[in-house]
């Protein structure tokens, strides 16, 4: 059964109105580097799961123009969405893409998608010192979810918190749900001061330079070593992340 990407996506962000679509590298989206990554991993399928707003019909034809799936949903209740994306399409097996994180590591995808095929989880995520991958703001990383544990998250509550955010319930009662954490390297634990998750213009500005001049020698995308050997050696970088992660604490 292949694995679908399911990317999150919507132009109304608060901080930063239509960022997955803005100029970020080089003359490409945010949008663009993101699908080029996923269509890397073998044996998967892009899905776009946007809105039904007027707002977001840029990502509809952004999605056609690139060739890639695209379903329109619920604006509020993201749970919903990801379920009706998935059922239209045939997807059983999910990964869950937020489309603020351009650096999204090609390689940990690999490894996720590798997890998801062998095991049965409900649910498979990277543990960030004791944290899930998607409550830190680090941007490497995605989750993989299972449509049965989507389907049973919706029996299970009704509390509007867990159907706009798709996977808290999942490990907020792990008790209900059979999950798998994958380590990440140790030495990311040196660098809580990164921040390549794109919320604000100030986020925007700094990860776009630090993208281009990881990539001005060549065409290939930085892996998570490379990234903060070049952040070690280049602390302007961390010392903007710094304030931001004061600034917009995730909750």
Same mark, same amino acid.
């Given at each position: 059964m292949t694995t679908a990407f399911i990317i999150q996506a919507r132009m109304g962000s608060t901080r930063l109105p239509g960022k997955l679509l803005l100029p970020f590298c080089d003359?490409?989206?945010?949008?663009?580097?993101?699908?080029?990554?996923l269509r890397k991993v073998e044996d998967t399928d892009i899905i776009i799961a946007t809105t039904l707003n007027p707002i977001d019909m840029p990502i509809v &034809?952004? +999605?056609e123009k690139m060739g890639i799936k695209c379903f329109r949903g619920s604006e509020n209740d993201v749970l919903q969405r990801f379920v009706d994306a998935a059922q239209y399409y045939g997807a059983?097996?999910?990964v869950r893409v937020c489309s603020d994180n351009p650096f999204i590591d090609?390689?940990?995808?690999?490894?996720l998608? &590798?997890? +998801?095929?062998?095991?049965?989880?409900?649910?498979?995520s990277f543990d960030v010192d004791g944290v899930p991958s998607?409550?830190?703001h680090y941007g490497f990383w995605a989750e993989y979810v299972s449509l049965d544990a989507l389907l049973r998250i919706k029996e299970l509550?009704?509390?509007p918190f867990y159907h706009e955010h798709v996977t808290n319930y999942?490990?907020?009662?792990?008790?209900?749900?059979?999950?798998?954490?994958l380590d990440v390297d140790k030495a990311i634990l040196n660098y809580k001061d990164i921040r390549l998750t794109i919320d604000t213009p100030a986020d925007m500005e700094n990860a776009s330079r630090l993208l281009h001049n990881l990539m001005k020698d060549g065409d290939s995308y930085p892996d998570i070593p490379q990234i903060l050997q070049f952040i070690q050696e280049h602390s302007e970088y961390s010392d903007l992340m710094r304030k931001e992660i004061q600034n917009n604490q995730k909750k």
């Open positions: 003359g490409r989206t945010i949008l663009d580097i993101m699908v080029d990554k &034809a952004k +999605a059983k097996k999910i090609v390689n940990e995808m690999r490894r998608v &590798a997890a +998801a095929k062998t095991n049965r989880e409900d649910y498979i998607i409550l830190t509550t009704k509390e999942i490990y907020k009662h792990p008790s209900e749900f059979d999950i798998k954490w």
